[in-house]
């Protein structure tokens, strides 16, 4: 299975610091308006040890009033297809690129992106996961430093730096556009036979 490298991501390591520290230092953040119209912060949740983080956009209103990522319909809808990729829900990482409900489940706003997403990187280094999964546009752009919407980036693995990264549609979106699920469940096998192909290193199951 071939993977597209993208050149000029810089090297860096894993940072010893733990998610409980990470959240620590959010507190009752207010770094953008979104702190003033949310229920709960949210922050991620998982296997601080996962070979694979799936990073999704921001919460609903399920995971605004229960303070988890994906504990909704596009929760549901994930973890039966997490299968496709021999996952279970306990082996992975799940964070979201903002960590607070934008009102009326509107597109978060670059400004907000921009005040959220460095506790994101800090999460993504500190899980170290091998594999990145981008959960629709926000994600995969973020994360992939791209204006190029999911439809075209998705079916194919990139190289960034340590991590491969695999973007691909959001559970959610399947539920309206059922002609996408065997899209993500494509792209989830793709994950799966690229983890079969490559072996946990230290630390890693």
């Known amino acids: 299975m071939s993977v597209m490298h993208i050149p000029g991501h810089e090297h860096q390591g894993p940072q010893e610091v733990t998610l409980e520290e990470i959240r620590a230092v959010m507190g009752n953040c207010q770094l953008c308006?979104?702190?003033?119209?949310?229920?709960?912060?949210?922050?991620?949740?998982?296997?601080p040890n996962a070979r694979v983080m799936f990073v999704?956009?921001?919460?609903?209103?399920?995971?605004?009033?229960?303070?988890e990522p994906f504990v909704g319909?596009?929760?549901?809808k994930l973890d039966s297809l997490l299968s496709v990729a021999g996952l279970t829900r306990d082996q992975i990482y799940i964070a979201n690129v903002v960590k607070c409900r934008p009102p009326g489940n509107?597109?978060?706003?670059?400004?907000?992106?921009?005040?959220?997403?460095?506790?994101?990187?800090?999460?993504?280094?500190?899980?170290?996961?091998?594999?990145?999964?981008c959960l629709g546009n926000f994600a995969s752009?973020?994360?992939?430093?791209?204006?190029?919407?999911?439809?075209?980036?998705?079916?194919?693995?990139?190289?960034?730096?340590?991590f491969v990264v695999?973007?691909?549609f959001h559970p959610a979106a399947c539920i309206y556009h059922s002609d996408w699920q065997?899209?993500?469940?494509s792209d989830l096998a793709m994950v799966g036979q690229w983890l079969r192909d490559?072996?946990?290193g230290p630390g890693k199951e």
Not at 33 to 47: A, E
Not at 56 to 67: C, V
């Open 33 to 47: 308006p979104l702190g003033q119209t949310r229920t709960n912060l949210v922050f991620g949740v998982g296997n």
């Open 56 to 67: 999704g956009e921001g919460p609903g209103r399920n995971e605004d009033l229960q303070g």
């Open 73 to 76: 319909a596009a929760g549901h």
């Open 106 to 133: 509107r597109n978060p706003k670059p400004e907000e992106i921009a005040a959220c997403s460095p506790f994101l990187r800090e999460q993504i280094r500190s899980v170290w996961p091998d594999v990145l999964v």
């Open 141 to 162: 752009q973020f994360v992939l430093r791209t204006e190029a919407g999911v439809t075209s980036l998705r079916g194919k693995l990139y190289q960034t730096g340590h």
């Open 166 to 168: 695999c973007p691909t």
């Open 182 to 185: 065997p899209l993500l469940e």
């Open 198 to 200: 490559n072996p946990p």
